[in-house]
């Protein structure tokens, strides 16, 4: 069967249907991880996934990886609220317990309110009607919260799923894209630089060429309001890092603990985050 008309991303965003979005590709380089004896020493996150044992659930799933990436997304989303005080933020979780510890930063670490809403909610529906009718600053998802689901006051986006599929990006990405009455329109999504997320990100941009801009941004910034421009603003020239300080963490195989199996069986891996860069992809600018 053919499809006679398309009403496509690019169209609805020019008619101000849906709102541009800014997609940010959070890496880390001089990363180092340890196995046993071994000091074996990666550029990025990428790299590491390709070339040692760690899983991308590793990282998502590591504290002071997701305290980072919320941190962009909380600055992102205090930021918004100044101006568009009802805005609200979304977050797509691993599993259960991954999300009930994202909600326990978010409260305890970041002092926001947060709601979560999973697959084990015996009235999901009802939990995101409350949600979309409240000024609580951001819901917690697992699952329940991607196609079909309307809450035009999301406008933050930290993607910390481990679905990898495009179609789910798409879905996930769209949830913060309805126009409402704010004043505020922006749609920020944060995620890391995984292979296929980095292909995502750029396709969406693709949807209309010469419009990928990667902004700069100075470390003093990055504890403030994200998203500002200070500096210059370079087109297509190619990936601009962004600095904070390092991070130092030991973690475990969360994919083997997933399996049931007891920790002490499992070696132990110390991984050293180097300094976080961000890249913003601005597709629709």
């Known amino acids: 069967m053919l499809c ?26 001089q990363l180092s991880l340890t196995e046993g004896t071994e000091v074996k020493k990666y550029a990025s996150i990428l790299e590491m ?11 998502i799933q590591n504290e002071s990886a997701m305290t980072h990436l919320l941190e962009l997304g909380v600055n992102k989303l205090n930021e918004i609220r100044q101006s568009s005080p009802e805005a609200g933020g979304l977050i797509v979780a691993a599993s259960v317990q991954h999300a ?5 930063l978010l409260i305890q670490h970041f002092g926001q309110s947060a709601s ?13 009607e409350i949600f979309r009718h409240s000024n609580t ?15 035009p006051r999301l406008q933050v ?40 997320l980095i292909g995502f990100a750029e396709r969406i941009e693709q949807d ?23 500096g210059s603003v370079s087109e297509l020239t190619g990936e601009v890092p962004f600095q904070t300080s390092s991070f130092h963490l030991n973690w ?34």
């Open 49 to 59: 996934l390709k070339q040692s044992k760690a899983s991308y659930r590793s990282v």
């Open 137 to 151: 600053q951001w819901i917690v998802s697992v699952g329940m919260i991607s196609e079909g689901t309307d809450i």
């Open 157 to 196: 986006c930290c993607h910390l799923s481990a679905v990898k599929t495009e179609l789910y990006f798409r879905q996930v990405l769209g949830r913060i894209l309805r126009v409402n009455k704010a004043s505020n329109q922006e749609a920020w999504l944060y995620t890391f630089a995984e292979e296929k």
């Open 100 to 104: 009930k510890t994202i909600q326990s």
């Open 4 to 29: 006679d008309y398309q009403y496509d991303l690019r169209r609805a965003v020019q008619e101000r249907v849906c709102r541009a979005p800014k997609i940010v590709l959070v890496d880390s380089e």
């Open 208 to 230: 209309i060429p010469e419009t990928c801009l990667y902004l700069q941004q100075h470390t003093k910034e990055l504890r403030g309001l994200i998203g500002k421009v200070e």
């Open 252 to 285: 475990h195989d969360l994919e083997a603990q997933s399996t049931g199996q007891s920790t002490s069986t499992l070696s132990q891996e110390e991984l050293k985050l180097g300094q976080f860069k961000q890249r913003v992809i601005s597709a629709f600018f």
């Open 116 to 128: 979560i809403v999973t697959y084990q909610h015996e009235n999901p529906l009802e939990e995101i």
